[in-house]
């Protein structure tokens, strides 16, 4: 059974930093583009970083470019998202989605609550 599940999510001061883990499984992770996508209450998703399958191309939104780092480990089957320089607006669950387009599957996970504050 496909399953994705987040972790490393928490409290931490404006400035800090997390890495968030996305353990993949039931599914040929390598074959799937990953993604990392924060919703805040009330306010929809969000989406925030893309890597290919290979792990070899990175995208980012402009809010956080500069600041987070998607990657991956293929042989782990686990995605990760480094985040640094954490700010208030940063706040909300991050949920990580797997994709493969061309077998029109889509999977996501439960998500982990991230908290940027004083």
């Known amino acids: 059974q496909v399953q994705l599940v987040e972790s490393g999510g928490g409290l931490v001061q404006p400035g800090g930093s997390l890495r968030l883990s996305c353990a993949a499984s039931?599914?040929?992770?390598?074959?799937?583009?990953m993604s990392w996508v924060r919703q805040v209450p009330g306010k929809g998703l969000e989406w925030v970083s893309d890597?290919?399958?290979?792990?070899?191309?990175?995208y980012y939104s402009d809010s956080v470019k500069g600041r987070f780092t998607i990657s991956r480990d293929n042989a782990k089957n686990t995605l990760y998202l480094q985040m640094n320089s954490l700010k208030p607006e940063d706040t909300a669950v991050y949920y990580c989605?797997?994709?493969?387009?061309?077998?029109?599957?889509?999977?996501w996970g439960q998500g982990t609550q991230v908290t940027v504050s004083s």
């Open positions: 989605n797997a994709a493969n387009t061309l077998l029109n599957r889509d999977y």
């Open positions: 890597i290919n399958s290979g792990g070899y191309s990175t």
């Open positions: 039931g599914f040929t992770f390598s074959s799937y583009a």
